[in-house]
T-cell receptor
Framework: GENVEQHPSTLSVQEGDSAVIKCTYSDSASNYFPWYKQELGKRPQLIIDIRSNVGEKKDQRIAVTLNKTAKHFSLHITETQPEDSAVYFCAASIQGGSEKLVFGKGTKLTVNP | DADVTQTPRNRITKTGKRIMLECSQTKGHDRMYWYRQDPGLGLRLIYYSFDVKDINKGEISDGYSVSRQAQAKFSLSLESAIPNQTALYFC??????????????FGSGTRLTVV
């Protein structure tokens, strides 16, 4: 089955800097890659996603890139703010197939003021 | 607001007890999932269901069972709770394939402690 590896497990940046979180997946049939943000004590919430027919997607200060050949995708957050501090999860699934998300183990991002 | 509701929010139970966690949704989604979250281990799939007649095991189904009572309700049971089932449990729904929105909507979670 699918396996998703996520790095780093913790990341600390200064406010205004960029943050990058990387994930790799094992199943070449995976075609949908969402990212979730979980603030302390809250539920995970979808912040951005990308499908395999797209190489990059942006939404204001966040962007996701996908390299299908390398089976690798990344989350980029620019101009980080303290409210970006949270745990971020990547995930992968096969739309039209199993359609269940397999999650990475998470990255705890801390943005220092 | 359409949402995913989990009950109870917190529960402490004793080893060997049977416990049920409930999930209901008003989003009209067909697909429902139960995940378990442990520190450092991320979210791991316990069971999932694509309609009331469809139940599937996830990667960590041992010690758990589920019931899909209706499209809107999906319950998770621990038949005989053990301490290593202490975790945060999330229910989620999705409408994969039926719209442009493929993401999950998570419930608020149930924090279960087995003593």
């Amino acid at each position: 089955g699918e396996n998703v590896e996520q790095h780093p497990s913790t990341l600390s940046v200064q406010e205004g800097d960029s943050a990058v979180i990387k994930c790799t997946y094992s199943d070449s049939a995976s075609n949908y890659f969402p990212w979730y943000k979980q603030e302390l004590g809250k539920r995970p919430q979808l912040i951005i996603d990308i499908r395999s027919n797209v190489g990059e997607k942006k939404d204001q200060r966040i962007a996701v890139t996908l390299n299908k050949t390398a089976k690798h995708f990344s989350l980029h957050i620019t101009e980080t703010q303290p409210e970006d501090s949270a745990v971020y999860f990547c995930a992968a699934s096969i739309q039209g197939g199993s359609e269940k998300l397999v999650f990475g183990k998470g990255t705890k991002l801390t943005v220092n003021p | 607001d359409a949402d995913v509701t989990q009950t109870p929010r917190n529960r402490i139970t004793k080893t060997g007890k049977r416990i049920m966690l409930e999930c209901s949704q008003t989003k009209g989604h067909d697909r429902m999932y139960w995940y378990r979250q442990d520190p450092g281990l991320g979210l791991r799939l316990i069971y999932y269901s694509f309609d009331v007649k469809d139940i599937n095991k996830g990667e960590i189904s041992d010690g758990y069972s589920v019931s899909r009572q209706a499209q809107a309700k999906f319950s998770l049971s621990l038949e005989s709770a053990i301490p290593n089932q202490t975790a945060l449990y999330f229910c989620a729904t999705s409408d994969f394939g039926s719209s442009q929105n493929y993401g999950y909507t998570f419930g608020s979670g149930t924090r279960l402690t087995v003593v």
